[in-house]
Nanobody, 115 residues
């Protein structure tokens, strides 16, 4: 059983920063890709950023140049550094890990950005 536990969410003012962490219960080197998704109230879950085992990254256009995804294989943790936060970034952020046909999710962490 794989468990993903997110942390680091909270309430911040626009323009400030937060760093989300996703701690995984086993080695993250087995996953083809890991990522962050978010879901705002009344909206579908959307991709924020992904990172492969080789370190290739992909970002949603709305967060490019503001968010950075990274991974620490030694700590089995994936991070999402979020700078210059905007009210439209308010959502529950979920960590995700993909391995072959399996997809794993964390329970989510709330990020609220006030104007």
């Amino acid at each position: 059983q794989v468990q993903l536990v997110e942390s680091g969410g909270g309430l911040v003012q626009a323009g400030r920063s937060l760093r989300l962490s996703c701690k995984v219960s086993r080695s993250i080197s087995i996953f083809n890709s890991m990522g962050w998704y978010r879901q705002a109230p009344g909206q579908q879950r959307e991709l924020v950023a992904t990172i492969t085992t080789g370190g290739s990254t992909n970002y949603a256009d709305s967060v490019k140049d503001r968010f950075t995804i990274s991974r620490d294989n030694a700590e089995n943790t994936v991070y999402l550094q979020m700078n210059n936060l905007k009210p439209e970034d308010t959502a529950v952020y979920y960590c995700n890990a993909d391995r072959m046909s399996f997809r794993y999710w964390g329970q989510g962490t709330q990020v609220t950005v006030s104007s």
